[in-house]
Every structure is written in C-alpha cells, then in structure tokens.
C-alpha cells in the first residue's frame, strides 16, 4: 500500500510540475503538509507519505502537523488561511474538500474557491468494522441486530462531514436506524475505544484499520465496495451481502491555498 501511494504521489508531483520546483529556488526552508486529523489514521497515513516523498525529492523537510477539529474542517480553514507561497499544504479528502459546506453552514472557508487541488494522492473503500465481541459476523447479521437493537449502539467517527462520518451515515440510511454517534479527533482514537468496548463501530476506510483486523482484534464485516479489496481479500463487499446502497471510496489529495505559483 505504501508504494502504491508513493508511486501516485510522484506521479502526481510530475503532472503539477512540482519535480521542477528546484529550478525555481523551491523550497529554500521547511514546509508544513497540514494533517486534520489526529495521528494513526488513514488521513495521517496518507499525510506522512506525501510529507516523506516531498522532503525526498524536493530537498527540504516537508513536516506534518496534525490540526484536529470539527471533522477536519479546523485543520483545512487553517490552510485555506495560510500564505499562498507553497509552504502551508493540505492533505485533504472527500469530508474537507467536497462535502464539509453541507455540515458547516459558517465553514469559514471555500472549498472550491479557496483551495487549489495539486492532485489525488489514494482512495480507499470503507469497511464496516465492529469490536471483537460484537454479535455479529456478517453484513445481514449486523443489519439484523442493529434494527432490533438501535438504542444501544455507539458508533465511532472522526467528526461531522469526516469520511467516517459520512461512511455510517450512508450505512445507517441504508438500513433505517439512527444509532448513537460519537465524535474523536480521528479514527485511531476511534479504533482504540472500540479495542477497549466503549464503540461498537465504525466506518474507516480500509487502511485505517488494516493491521487490527488483520491481527484479529476487531471484525471486519463488508468492504463498501463492488470488488473486495486485495489487502482484504476474505472480507466481502456490501454488493456482495446484499447491500448494494453502502458504497463509498473517499478521495485523498493534496491541496495548497488558492493563489500558490506552481512549478513547470
């Protein structure tokens, strides 16, 4: 996965001309690549690897802040206000700069008009992910347990308007219930409250908890997907258990303040 995603990040570099950026001086001190979410998740996964790939070949320290808050929204309104020089970086995704105008009517920033994309760095299909003991071990027994059971559900996510967010709540329309969501600073402290039992659930893209569900410590019940993933590939698709409606692959990418001079 982390060479997938690197390989995409030099790609994308080269079509924005930043592999050029060392005839024109840039950059002479360090950057910031903001993360709006806490460390551990995909988001920050996702983050670091452009930080470590920029640093590489750029020449320069490329560091990660972690700016959490509001479903991103906190991290990406202190980018979008950032001077447009090339040193204040977003790493950004569906939540932050497509949808978060729909959940934060005082955003205090523009996607569209404040942002300018410097290209799609991963996307990644959710995945249902339930603690150990949950009574379910299947799409159709979770969908049977939590209508009967919608009252004592918690569901984990990474804010309002983050893709975890956005994941369940096209789950929880699906299935018609409305379960107790609870806001984190990020998916990984989402995932270590489901290890501990305090969240039944989440909706994280694949990579966030890859390794957990891989080493057995929670359950993985669908991939909201048409084709099951290759880094899961016993784990079947919602398509597949009869839930064609839980599709969702966020984007990631990387994003600078409008105004910022491109390389090339």
């Not at 990660?64 to 204040?88: P, Q």
Request: aromatic share 8%; with cysteine; hydrophobic share 45%.
């Amino acid at each position: 996965m982390s060479r997938q995603l690197a390989a995409a990040v030099v790609a994308m570099m080269a079509v924005a001309g930043i592999g050029d950026a060392r005839a024109q001086d840039y950059p002479t001190r360090t950057a910031t690549v903001i993360v709006p979410f806490a460390a551990g998740g995909p988001a920050d996964i996702t983050g670091r690897i452009v930080a470590d790939i920029f640093s590489r070949y750029l020449g320069q320290k490329f560091v990660v802040e972690n700016v959490v808050g509001a479903g991103g929204t906190t991290g990406a309104l202190r980018a979008a206000k950032a001077a447009a020089d090339g040193y204040t970086i977003l790493s950004g995704h569906l939540g932050t700069n497509a949808l978060a105008p729909a959940f934060y009517p005082s955003l205090g920033y523009d996607p569209q008009k404040d942002f300018e994309p410097v290209g799609l760095t991963a996307e990644y299909p959710e995945l249902l992910v339930v603690r150990k003991d949950f009574p379910a071990n299947n799409l159709r027994e979770f969908i049977a347990y939590a209508k009967a059971n919608p009252d004592k559900l918690n569901v984990g996510h990474a804010g309002l308007g983050s893709v975890s967010y956005i994941g369940c709540l096209l789950l929880h329309a699906a299935i018609g219930i409305k379960p107790t969501m609870i806001p984190f600073t990020g998916t990984a402290p989402v995932l270590n409250a489901m290890l501990g039992g305090q969240v039944d659930y989440e909706c994280d893209p694949v990579l966030g908890t890859l390794s957990q569900v891989q080493a057995g410590n929670v359950k993985a019940l669908a991939v909201a997907a048409r084709k099951r993933s290759p880094l899961l590939p016993d784990v079947p698709t919602s398509h597949e258990q009869g839930l064609p409606e839980f599709d969702i692959a966020p984007f990631y990418g990387v994003f600078v303040p409008s105004g910022t001079p491109h390389g090339g």
